[in-house]
């Protein structure tokens, strides 16, 4: 097979892990995955956590089906798919418990609800059951990539406009308080996250014309 | 029976799923193109959430807890399995989600194409996994309280996907900007329903 001779990060698969961080992004073009993404980009840090988290989950598994494409039954794949997410959120989840209890205890039923993430699902579906390990692999993490992105634009926003502090540090000097600047606690309110992702959308296809829906 | 109406109203609007907790967004925004449809998933939904949440409760409580599984012997008094649970919450869903569609198309063929290709994409759909997630962080009483979240959450997330398709309707005719068109313009148009939806979390039940 010629294939195999081809290099690691030829310019076919260097697209795979690049195309989802702006042309096809799962959040604001494929509209995958929104569900777990919103309720946790109140502030910058747990939206980090969920973005490594997915980065994990999404590569392994995109792997796993990957390496299992062949042996794995049509009929039964989504249930077998379901199982492997499941096997490594449960991972995930035990580590978080583990090692950052707080942030943990933040993200709380998001972290199981990242098996229902229709990202994963989607790659694994689209690419993963049709394609080699690593080019898998890489579709894997540009996805999760292009996922995390938008979660830390969004949280940033958030935590920037709703409580002053980015990564949990005060950003704006004390004395703006001072003359009367006011955190806008809407920020922080479920609605603000549509909104800020609304925008993103409209700036990102205002400079991408070609991403524009026509109704 | 007080308190189960309590538990009921506060789930529809108070803990939406769509606008407080953003579950079930990927069908909401891709379903919710006219009324029909959306109807038809929004039914399917609040069916499946009214099944699997009382389920999800009993295999919580008898097999995974902490503790749970002293009816079968004493010895089981420190046994947790609760680690396992996304597996096992997301396995029942899938079967329940088989079950009852077998059901429906033995009893009710009309109602069964209506809901067509919808029951088995529930599968996947983050607001049956969240209802069971948050039944199981909650933990409520007994199994009485949970059916009444379960139908609580599914009859909000019914309204909320009635309500935006009835919108989206509407929208097509208006002039909106190029870029904001489909999918931006549907995601202000959320933001700004749960806006209006905060108004009820004032109320105390």
Same mark, same amino acid.
């Given at each position: 097979?010629?294939?195999?001779?081809?290099?690691?990060?030829? #310019?076919?698969?260097?697209?795979?892990?690049?195309?989802?961080?702006?042309?096809?992004?799962?959040?604001?073009?494929?509209?995958?995955?929104?569900?777990?993404?919103? @309720?946790?980009?109140?502030?910058?840090?747990?939206?980090?956590?969920?973005?490594?988290?997915?980065?994990?989950?999404?590569?392994?598994?995109?792997?796993?089906?990957?390496?299992?494409?062949?042996?794995?039954?049509?009929?039964?794949?989504?249930?077998?798919?379901?199982?492997?997410?499941?096997?490594?959120?449960?991972?995930?989840?035990?580590?978080?418990?583990?090692?950052?209890?707080?942030?943990?205890?933040?993200?709380?039923?998001?972290?199981?609800?990242?098996?229902?993430?229709?990202?994963?699902?989607?790659?694994?579906?689209?690419?993963?059951?049709?394609?080699?390990?690593?080019?898998?692999?890489?579709?894997?993490?540009?996805?999760?990539?292009?996922? #995390?992105?938008?979660?830390?634009?969004?949280?940033?926003?958030?935590?920037?406009?709703?409580?002053?502090?980015?990564?949990?540090?005060?950003?704006?000097?004390?004395?703006?308080?001072?003359?009367?600047?006011?955190?806008?606690?809407?920020?922080?309110?479920?609605?603000?996250?549509?909104?800020?992702?609304?925008?993103?959308?409209?700036?990102?296809?205002?400079?991408?014309?070609?991403?524009?829906?026509?109704? | 029976?007080?308190?189960?109406?309590? &538990?009921?109203?506060?789930?529809?609007?108070?803990?939406?799923?769509?606008?407080?907790?953003?579950?079930?967004?990927?069908?909401?925004?891709?379903?919710?193109?006219?009324?029909?449809?959306?109807?038809?998933?929004?039914?399917?939904?609040?069916?499946?959430?009214?099944?699997?949440?009382?389920?999800?409760?009993?295999?919580?409580?008898?097999?995974?807890?902490?503790?749970?599984?002293?009816?079968?012997?004493?010895?089981?008094?420190?046994?947790?399995?609760?680690?396992?649970?996304?597996?096992?919450?997301?396995?029942?869903? @899938?079967?329940?989600?088989?079950?009852?569609?077998?059901?429906?198309?033995?009893?009710?063929?009309?109602?069964?194409?209506?809901?067509?290709?919808?029951?088995?994409?529930?599968?996947?759909?983050?607001?049956?996994?969240?209802?069971?997630?948050?039944?199981?962080?909650?933990?409520?009483?007994? &199994?009485?309280?949970?059916?009444?979240?379960?139908?609580?959450?599914?009859?909000?997330?019914?309204?909320?996907?009635?309500?935006?398709?009835?919108?989206?309707?509407?929208?097509?005719?208006?002039?909106?900007?190029?870029?904001?068109?489909?999918?931006?313009?549907?995601?202000?148009?959320?933001?700004?329903?749960?806006?209006?939806?905060?108004?009820?979390?004032?109320?105390?039940?």
């Amino acid at each position: 097979m010629s294939e195999e001779k081809e290099p690691l990060f030829s #310019g076919k698969n260097i697209k795979l892990l690049t195309e989802p961080l702006n042309d096809s992004n799962p959040i604001t073009v494929q509209v995958l995955g929104i569900c777990s993404a919103l @309720a946790i980009t109140v502030k910058v840090k747990p939206a980090f956590v969920m973005a490594v988290s997915v980065v994990f989950v999404m590569a392994v598994s995109n792997v796993v089906i990957s390496l299992l494409r062949k042996t794995v039954p049509p009929r039964i794949r989504i249930i077998v798919q379901l199982v492997v997410i499941a096997a490594m959120v449960i991972l995930v989840d035990q580590f978080l418990k583990a090692f950052l209890f707080d942030i943990s205890k933040q993200l709380s039923v998001f972290v199981g609800l990242i098996i229902t993430n229709c990202i994963i699902m989607g790659r694994l579906e689209a690419f993963a059951l049709s394609n080699k390990p690593w080019p898998a692999f890489l579709d894997g993490l540009g996805n999760a990539a292009g996922y #995390g992105v938008i979660l830390i634009i969004v949280a940033f926003f958030r935590e920037f406009l709703g409580s002053g502090t980015i990564w949990g540090y005060q950003v704006i000097p004390e004395g703006f308080y001072n003359f009367g600047y006011e955190n806008n606690g809407f920020m922080i309110l479920p609605p603000m996250a549509l909104i800020v992702v609304g925008i993103i959308i409209w700036v990102q296809r205002a400079k991408n014309k070609k991403l524009v829906e026509s109704n | 029976m007080e308190n189960l109406v309590n &538990i009921f109203v506060k789930s529809v609007f108070i803990d939406n799923m769509i606008f407080a907790y953003f579950l079930g967004m990927c069908s909401y925004l891709a379903v919710s193109k006219t009324v029909k449809t959306s109807t038809g998933l929004g039914i399917a939904v609040i069916f499946v959430l009214g099944i699997t949440v009382p389920v999800d409760y009993l295999i919580h409580n008898f097999l995974l807890k902490e503790g749970a599984l002293v009816w079968l012997s004493p010895k089981f008094a420190d046994v947790d399995l609760s680690f396992l649970s996304f597996i096992i919450f997301i396995a029942v869903i @899938a079967s329940m989600v088989q079950l009852v569609e077998m059901i429906i198309e033995k009893f009710s063929p009309a109602l069964y194409n209506s809901l067509g290709i919808f029951l088995p994409l529930i599968a996947v759909n983050c607001a049956i996994l969240g209802g069971s997630l948050f039944m199981q962080e909650r933990e409520y009483n007994n &199994i009485a309280e949970a059916t009444a979240f379960g139908l609580g959450s599914g009859l909000g997330w019914f309204l909320a996907i009635v309500g935006i398709a009835a919108i989206r309707e509407k929208i097509r005719y208006s002039n909106i900007p190029d870029p904001l068109k489909g999918l931006g313009i549907t995601f202000i148009i959320t933001g700004l329903m749960g806006m209006a939806f905060m108004g009820f979390m004032g109320i105390k039940l």
